[in-house]
């Protein structure tokens, strides 16, 4: 994230901390962030199990409306703090979109298309990927899950 701050001039990142992707240090990480920096608007927390951790410690703490929990997630899992107030939105790739762009790419390299670095390979609805130099490409932006459509994937995963 850092490596892209320059991109939002807005935000200040206060500290980085890691939860080591458990539940219990993920929790008590974001409470001690409440408690250190009491004017904290976000929490951005990038694994599925450090998202829903800060969004139980939010609102236990009675702070649903001041810090919008962010990051990536699972709408299994993050229903509850969706609904709740203590995240407005989370993403993560939407499996729909990541089989499509797999399949599609198996379908290019099946007929002809060369995997090697900077190849270009169309990959139908999800547009066109480019190789990096270890022949790897994101199949597609990662979706972004909110009160609009929670509900249509949290049966889903």
């Given amino acids: 994230m850092n490596k892209v701050m320059g991109d939002y001039p807005g935000i200040e990142v206060v500290a980085t901390v890691y939860g080591d992707d458990l539940a219990d240090k993920s929790y008590r990480e974001a409470q001690?962030?409440?408690q250190s920096y009491p004017d904290l608007d976000a929490i951005i927390a990038p694994t599925s199990v450090g998202i829903v951790a800060a969004a139980q410690a939010v609102e236990d703490a009675g702070?649903?409306?001041q810090v919008n929990v962010t990051g990536l997630g699972l709408p299994s899992e993050m229903a509850g703090?969706?609904?709740s107030g203590a995240s407005?939105?989370?993403a993560?790739?939407?499996p729909i979109d990541l089989g499509y762009s797999a399949a599609m790419i198996a379908?290019?390299?099946a007929s002809g298309a060369t995997a090697e670095p900077g190849a270009e390979i169309e990959i139908g609805r999800m547009g066109t990927i480019t190789l990096d130099e270890t022949n790897?490409?994101?199949m597609a932006d990662p979706f972004v899950?909110?009160?609009s459509n929670i509900d249509d994937f949290k049966s889903i995963f």
């Fill in 32 to 34: 001690g962030l409440m």
């Fill in 63 to 65: 702070k649903i409306g």
């Fill in 81 to 83: 703090a969706i609904e």
């Fill in 88 to 90: 407005k939105s989370f």
């Fill in 92 to 94: 993560i790739w939407n």
């Fill in 107 to 109: 379908h290019a390299l």
């Fill in 136 to 138: 790897s490409a994101a």
């Fill in 145 to 147: 899950y909110d009160s």
